[in-house]
């Protein structure tokens, strides 16, 4: 496709429940990366991909977060027995470049909006 | 603490007026502060990157600026719309430690009335 596609767009979940989210880049772009959007704030950086490699996954708030890029293109954030604060936008993105600073453009999908009940 | 810090959660402006965000940090050095636009409901939209050694940057009419001794960034947009309503996003690029974060502001939610 033409950009970065996420799915599901929105996912209401019973507190307990596991989740997983989908994103698929633009093909052919090296880094992917996930962030979290709480209401009114901006992204928080989770974990960043180059090809399959998880080079970074600091901003994994707990262990009950897990993502994986098997074959270096699509890539699923697991959260495991969601609680009330994993509710956001789950936000992510990829770069044709294999390092941010590069300065190569970013480009966003349009979030996953996850809601625990 | 490091803090990056975005001058208000709204701005209202006129239409024709020029717009100004800044985003302001502390405690950190950047390599790089980009700006991206956010409408409801979306994700960010890349506008502008400004490296450390610029001060400034224009698109169109958007303007960038970049003050590494003051740690602020300012962001112009002249000749409003109100299409250009929308949540504004700083965001600082480090080139230590991960080479995949970015560190964004809160955002500023800017209103251009006609």
């Known amino acids: 496709g033409a950009g970065v596609s996420q799915s599901p767009r929105y996912k209401v979940a019973k507190r307990g429940q596991d989740v997983a989210l989908r994103c698929d880049p633009i093909?052919?772009?090296?880094?992917l990366f996930w962030y979290q959007q709480a209401l009114g704030q901006g992204p928080e950086f989770l974990t960043y991909?180059?090809?399959?490699?998880?080079?970074?996954k600091s901003g994994l708030p707990s262990d009950r977060f897990f993502a994986e890029r098997p074959e270096g293109s699509v890539s699923t954030l697991k959260i495991q027995r969601t609680q009330q604060e994993d509710s956001a936008v789950y936000l992510c993105?990829?770069?044709?470049?294999?390092?941010?600073?590069?300065?190569?453009?970013?480009?966003f999908g349009e979030g996953s909006w996850l809601t625990v009940v | 603490s490091q803090k990056i810090e975005q001058n208000s959660e709204a701005l209202n402006i006129q239409e024709g007026k020029t717009a100004t965000l800044t985003c302001n940090y502390t405690?950190?050095?950047?390599?790089?502060l980009q700006w991206y636009r956010q409408d409801p409901g979306r994700g960010p939209v890349f506008l502008l990157l400004?490296?450390?050694?610029?001060k400034e940057k224009r698109k169109e009419r958007l303007k960038v600026t970049f003050d590494t001794t003051l740690k602020q960034s300012l962001f112009h947009i002249t000749a409003s719309q109100p299409a250009d309503s929308a949540t504004y996003l700083c965001?600082?690029?480090?080139?230590?430690?991960?080479?995949?974060?970015?560190?964004f502001g809160k955002g500023t939610k800017l209103s251009v009335k006609p």
């Open positions: 405690n950190y050095s950047p390599a790089y």
């Open positions: 993105a990829s770069s044709f470049a294999r390092t941010v600073g590069s300065g190569n453009t970013i480009y």
């Open positions: 991909f180059q090809n399959e490699a998880q080079l970074d």
């Open positions: 965001a600082l690029v480090l080139l230590e430690g991960s080479q995949g974060n970015l560190i």
């Open positions: 093909s052919g772009h090296v880094s």
């Open positions: 400004i490296r450390e050694n610029e």
